[in-house]
């Protein structure tokens, strides 16, 4: 059992009673006790008391309280995970996702080039191997990921990792860090879908802006004159990149089997953020009938 005390508990008057307060001079509150469930009472929770009523009672007794309804105001922030193949269009849902739920967004990359910027000590470490032409050890990016989490909106907002991890052993160090995804989200795209949609792509060098030769074309020809391609924006390269996506995506696939779910990713951007919007919204329907379970 855990025990809340009068000082820990915030009160409030009934919704459905609202002239009625929930305690009054003659109210007595030694202890509430409520059957421990980190999905029903943690330490972020506040408790709203929707009816209160005591009894007085012979001096020979304790006051008595009794709680006809009690609810957590606020629930465990979400912790999702998004992984998708190159153009498989996770960057366009990360925002609408971020944008509903208010999740911190966290992609490695973004944060690598910030700690890099801000010259921290795991940033300084990271630049060390990059102006050797090294690959930026596991173990210093598995460690800027962990902080980023850890940082308090991460804990109070709750937190969606774009495109990480990408190996076991990154799934592995973060799973060992306490750091396990409520959904996995997993966008599919047919390969020859992303082949097209890499190959297609262009970026003008003055606004920044990507464009796809199908899909987004450029507004005037102007623009058309002046854009550019990647140089891996080809169709042997990213089917290389392709590959070593897979390779490594599966084993990471492995680590989340309990919460993964697969998403159609090769329709519309709408189409496509509907199917997690679903998911989502069945994950917080889910956690609240589980509340309501407890409290009943």
Request: glycine letters at 6%; proline letters at 5%.
């Amino acid at each position: 059992m855990a025990s809340l005390n009068s000082s820990s508990v915030s009160f409030l008057n009934s919704p459905s009673l609202p002239n009625k307060p929930l305690l009054t001079a003659n109210s007595s509150l030694n202890q509430l006790s409520f059957p421990k469930s980190s999905s029903l009472i943690n330490s972020n929770d506040s408790l709203t008391l929707f009816h209160v009523r005591s009894s007085r009672a012979s001096s020979s007794r304790s006051p008595k309280v009794l709680v006809v309804a009690a609810a957590a105001n606020k629930s465990e922030p979400l912790k999702i995970m998004i992984s998708g193949a190159p153009a498989s269009g996770k960057g366009t849902q990360c925002e609408l996702i971020k944008k509903k739920y208010d999740l911190v967004h966290i992609a490695a990359g973004d944060l690598l080039r910030t700690e890099i910027a801000s010259g921290s000590d795991n940033g300084k470490r990271a630049k060390e191997h990059m102006d050797i032409g090294q690959l930026v050890p596991d173990e210093i990016v598995v460690m800027m990921v962990k902080e980023r989490l850890m940082q308090p909106d991460s804990q109070d907002k709750g937190w969606l990792l774009d495109g990480y991890p990408r190996s076991l052993s990154q799934a592995t160090k973060l799973q060992g860090y306490g750091f396990h995804p409520d959904l996995f989200i997993l966008l599919e795209v047919p390969e020859e879908i992303l082949v097209e949609r890499v190959v297609g792509r262009r970026l003008d060098p003055v606004t920044g802006k990507i464009y796809h030769l199908k899909y987004s074309p450029p507004e005037t020809e102007e623009i058309a004159a002046r854009l550019t391609q990647r140089f891996d924006d080809t169709e042997e390269k990213v089917k290389l990149r392709l590959h070593t996506h897979h390779q490594n995506v599966a084993s990471v696939l492995a680590m989340f089997e309990d919460t993964i779910i697969k998403v159609d990713g090769s329709v519309s951007k709408e189409a496509v953020f509907a199917q997690i919007d679903s998911a989502l919204t069945k994950l917080l329907e889910q956690r609240a009938e589980k509340i309501g379970s407890a409290i009943a």
